[in-house]
């Protein structure tokens, strides 16, 4: 496969400095809906905030890629006197709990770097954080070419692990037949 | 389909048990906005006024007002609306945390009860799905230990919950509703759900709001958000530190306390120190109260930093926001930081109100030392400062012995104990504990405020308005230069005419004429807050914020889809508040209610304060007697409650 310069989009998360007000998940749910911040819902978000309040744990996790099954990760992680479990740092949307799904379809999110046309100076959810928890930063590298995937996709494919291929396509002709 | 509100109410009555989703009348947005306004209207429908806070048919409504859970920052307070227990007029306490937000993601923006179950049961709204779920297994728990144990067996962490401590389910007329960093405190809310038998309400909410006009309503948002970064970097000169920014008042992150340890009362707001933050105390309280806090925390959608998560030793985590962390120790003459912070979790967990619960617990004192109280009621006390306090604290929320009288409040305690205890109250207005100030000039705006205001807390009416005359001109032109949030350019030369002394000072200036203007401006305000859900410390209640009259009606406007200018903004929260007064008036509330305690200010001008009221009544509307008038209601497309004002021989036909 080819190689080919892109542009690699990173948000570091300073965790500590976070008070906790989810303005992040607020306006990410906006800035995705469609006609764009026609509706916030914050459980739509691609950017959720992990929180125990009274063990001081406030923990910004970003949606990534989607899990079909469930992990077999159970392990505990004290960090500066606080438990946190591994699943509170997974990014995954999966079978396991409600996280980075829609929460009426169920259908897994991504953050996508509110990649936007004409682009965002900055994903959403770092404009809105006044505490500098979220630290965005842009390099250069080079990479294997790989074929985009887009959100439908990523959709149809978790309902293709969920309900099987031939289910799916029957249900889609029949949808189809129907018009 | 709605905007900002979700259009619906969730109805509950507690004695059959009966839960009902019931869309709610798009006109009484148009009329009343949302929040406050609205309660008051289903108040006014609904509840007659001869009704008292602990008949089933008192409301309790916990509301979401309009604008929280939209992208707007900071709008993010919930509206508790009932009669209180303690007043017996229409109170409504407000919090900040998460809860209201949660609950128009749930879908409704008011739960509404009435009657009483007929044992202790906590609510858990989730979505559409709404339970009555048995709490006997929470009798008696903390409100911080209740949240937890509800969170846990809901098995949902991200419920918000809002809880009775040990206050409310005794219906301590101090109790509050606490919800995280935030209580719902004044006039008794927390005893009122707990009468209603409810100890808590959970919800989590994962719908949908909508917003009208989303991308306009994003470029307001976009402007205030830079206003709050530039007041954020510009804390306003030449003013104590925590009136030069914007929130809260930020005593988490101050830690220098002269100002409010010198000029506030100490005891039952008896004695003002000065000079008490010596070297010394500046060396221990700051650093005391940096170990306390583990994190400062906001509300939701508030880049600001009010709250705290405290950590202190072996005392339980809790969270704290505001004056709580002085109040104890002030009015137990208590000089160590440490008993404030050990003694306010406790009081946390019972769900006590940390401006009214260390005055009467003084009071307590006070009645004791001068012979009031005897040593039979105080048998068992400790002699120590800190001991007795924690011991009067635990008969206050428990109802025992002269935790009894003091259950109620300063004013019904000492009209109990007779003429020589109620000699010795003197920080009530309209029965409910104010601020521990007394000062030296009576000051006819901050007159008005205490006076008049269906609010009756002094901290949640003054604002945007600076509460002294500044030194010199230079400060005052500075001041005025940059001053977008006016109302009106004429009130720039009102400040700059305005001098510490001499002329052109308190009391007699401003005039009873500016001083009407200045504090119509104020409550509009602050009654806009209220519909909205705007915390006050980003609106109302500080200097030069990023919400005011000119940026309100655009949020509401691209919010709703409805067009509404500042008039008719101001239109709808005048109605609002008239209705509500006109609420009070048939309760009996008038003229001879409206005054602050008589050693409030040294120095009193009686004259001059009969003409404040007579002034401000007749520039808000009112006749003499403080009852809006016929007109008044007509303009205000109120002539029904005109009508039963007359019925009522409240308002008499021919008079004004």
Not at chain 1, 152 to 169: F, M, R
Not at chain 2, 233 to 262: C, F, R, Y
Not at chain 2, 455 to 469: D, F, L, R, V, Y
Not at chain 2, 518 to 547: Q, R, T
């Amino acid at each position: 496969m080819a190689k080919i310069k892109k542009k690699i989009k990173t948000i570091t998360v300073d965790a500590d400095k976070c008070n906790g007000c989810r303005s992040c998940e607020l306006i990410c749910s906006a800035f995705h809906a469609t006609p764009k911040y026609s509706a916030i819902n914050p459980a739509r978000a691609r950017i959720q905030v992990i929180r125990y309040p009274m063990k001081d744990i406030w923990l910004p996790i970003f949606a990534g890629e989607y899990a079909p099954a469930e992990c077999m990760g159970r392990e505990k992680y004290l960090i500066d006197e606080k438990q946190y479990d591994e699943c509170d740092f997974c990014r995954a949307a999966c079978p396991a709990r409600d996280r980075f799904k829609e929460p009426d379809s169920g259908l897994p999110l991504r953050c996508d770097m509110c990649e936007d046309e004409p682009p965002q100076e900055k994903p959403l959810c770092v404009q809105w954080c006044f505490s500098d928890v979220l630290i965005y930063e842009e390099r250069e590298e080079e990479v294997e070419e790989a074929e985009e995937v887009d959100e439908a996709e990523i959709g149809l494919k978790s309902l293709v692990d969920k309900h099987g291929l031939n289910k799916l396509a029957e249900t889609f002709a029949r949808m189809t037949q129907k018009g | 389909m709605r905007y900002a509100e979700t259009g619906y109410y969730l109805e509950i009555d507690l004695a059959t048990g009966n839960i009902e989703k019931v869309e709610s009348d798009p006109r009484l947005t148009e009329l009343h906005l949302g929040g406050l306004g609205t309660n008051v209207k289903l108040f006014w429908d609904r509840v007659p006024p001869e009704t008292k806070a602990f008949d089933p048919e008192n409301l309790f409504i916990i509301s979401s007002p309009l604008l929280v859970g939209t992208p707007a920052m900071s709008f993010n307070r919930t509206c508790v609306t009932t009669i209180s227990p303690q007043t017996d007029l229409l109170a409504y306490p407000m919090m900040g945390g998460f809860w209201a937000a949660e609950l128009k993601y749930a879908g409704y923006d008011k739960v509404i009860f009435r009657n009483k179950s007929p044992k202790l049961v906590y609510i858990w709204i989730n979505n559409d799905k709404v339970e009555i779920r048995d709490a006997s297994h929470l009798k008696g728990k903390g409100a911080v230990e209740t949240r937890e144990i509800i969170k846990q067996e809901l098995n949902e962490p991200n419920a918000c919950v809002a809880a009775i401590g040990l206050a409310g389910e005794n219906r301590v007329f101090l109790a509050s509703i606490e919800q995280g960093r935030s209580s719902a405190s004044r006039l008794g809310g927390g005893a009122v759900m707990g009468d209603k038998n409810i100890k808590a309400i959970a919800v989590r909410g994962t719908k949908d709001l909508n917003l009208a006009r989303g991308a306009e309503f994003i470029e307001h948002v976009n402007r205030a958000q830079d206003y709050i970064k530039y007041r954020n970097a510009n804390p306003i000169p030449g003013v104590m530190t925590i009136l030069a920014g914007i929130g809260s008042p930020q005593e988490m992150v101050h830690t220098d306390e002269k100002w409010h340890t010198e000029n506030f009362m100490w005891g039952n707001s008896r004695t003002r120190r000065r000079g008490f933050w010596d070297e010394k105390i500046d060396d221990e309280w700051p650093r005391i109260q940096l170990e306390a806090i583990k994190r400062l925390i906001s509300c939701y959608n508030c880049p600001q930093h009010c709250g705290a998560l405290l950590s202190f030793r072996d005392v339980p985590r809790y969270k704290m926001k505001c004056f709580t962390k002085l109040t104890y120790c002030m009015a137990a003459y208590v000089d160590d930081l440490e008993f404030g912070f050990r003694i306010a979790q406790r009081a946390t967990e019972y769900g006590v109100d940390g401006f009214g619960t260390p005055q009467i617990l003084a009071f307590a004192v006070e009645l004791y030392e001068a012979g009031i109280l005897t040593d039979k009621d105080f048998e068992g006390c400790p002699k120590d400062k800190e001991g007795r306090f924690y011991w009067l604290l635990d008969r206050m929320v428990r109802r025992e012995g002269i935790g009894d009288l003091m259950a109620d409040g300063l004013y019904w305690m000492a009209k109990r104990l007779g003429p020589e205890a109620e000699a010795l109250e003197h920080n009530t207005i309209k029965k409910h504990e104010q601020l521990p100030l007394k000062l030296g000039t009576l000051d006819p705006i901050y007159f008005l405020m205490y006076s008049t205001n269906e609010k009756i807390s002094i901290t949640q009416i003054e604002g945007n308005w600076p509460q002294g005359a500044f030194p010199t001109m230079e400060m005052r032109e500075e001041f005025v230069r940059d001053w977008p949030q006016l109302p009106d350019d004429h009130f720039k030369q009102y400040l700059l005419d305005w001098n510490p002394r001499g002329d052109n000072s308190i009391p007699f200036f401003p005039t009873p004429y500016m001083c009407s203007e200045i504090v119509d401006w104020m409550e509009m305000l602050h009654n806009i807050d209220d519909a909205l859900g705007l915390c006050c410390g980003m609106g109302s209640f500080c200097l030069k914020p990023p919400y005011h009259i000119h940026n309100y009606p655009l949020l509401v406007s691209a919010a709703l889809g409805m067009d509404i200018d500042e008039a008719g903004l101001k239109k709808i929260v005048n109605r609002s508040r008239n209705l509500h007064r006109a609420y009070n008036n048939m309760k009996g509330m008038s003229r001879k209610d409206e005054k602050p305690p008589a050693d409030h200010w040294k120095r009193r001008f009686p004259e001059l304060e009969e003409e404040l009221l007579s002034t401000y009544y007749k520039y808000k509307g009112w006749n003499n007697d403080g009852i809006p008038t016929k007109e008044r209601l007509h303009e205000l497309d109120l002539d029904y409650v005109a009508e039963e004002l007359t019925k009522r021989g409240i308002l008499k036909d021919g008079e004004d």
